[in-house]
């Protein structure tokens, strides 16, 4: 099972996140990418509940795979006007890295959500640390 907390950043915001494997670490981070958006939402068999969406992305490495990933999700805010919760991904390593995803998105005229501009590559950690995969992440407010 993955965890995240979301941690104080300046000016920004900050998601530390850990997982057994890459995917549920990747999904950890992007829980808390929608938790530093929102606090809470519609439960899934809620009327505005939102429905669920997959992505797939291929990327040159696994930073970059994480980076590409939460781009993706801000960009599906963006553009489908949803809040992409109950994050789920699976990451194949190899040349290219691939993440295939899926979330529940719940609308935006559900919820009352914070404006997260994007994902950036500064203070970005993802590393294996006695078994556990580790990730910290820093976004744009």
């Known amino acids: 099972m993955a965890a995240f ?11 530390a996140a850990s997982g057994a494997a890459l995917g549920p670490t990747f999904a950890a981070v992007a829980d808390g990418l929608a938790a ?60 290219p890295w691939t993440v295939d995803a899926s979330y ?10 914070r404006d997260v501009k994007a994902v950036t590559y500064s203070e970005m950690r993802l590393e294996r640390v006695d078994g556990t995969w580790e990730a910290y992440v820093v976004f744009d407010v």
């Open 5 to 15: 907390e979301l941690r104080e950043h300046t000016a920004d915001v900050a998601v």
């Open 104 to 113: 529940r998105g719940v609308p935006l005229s559900a919820v009352t959500a």
């Open 36 to 95: 530093a958006m929102c606090e809470e939402w519609p439960p899934a068999d809620a009327p505005d509940g939102g429905e669920r969406a997959e992505l797939r992305l291929t990327a040159e490495s696994r930073e970059a795979a994480l980076y590409d990933y939460l781009d993706q999700l801000i960009y599906e805010r963006d553009v489908r006007s949803v809040l992409p919760v109950d994050n789920e991904a699976e990451v194949a390593d190899g040349e």
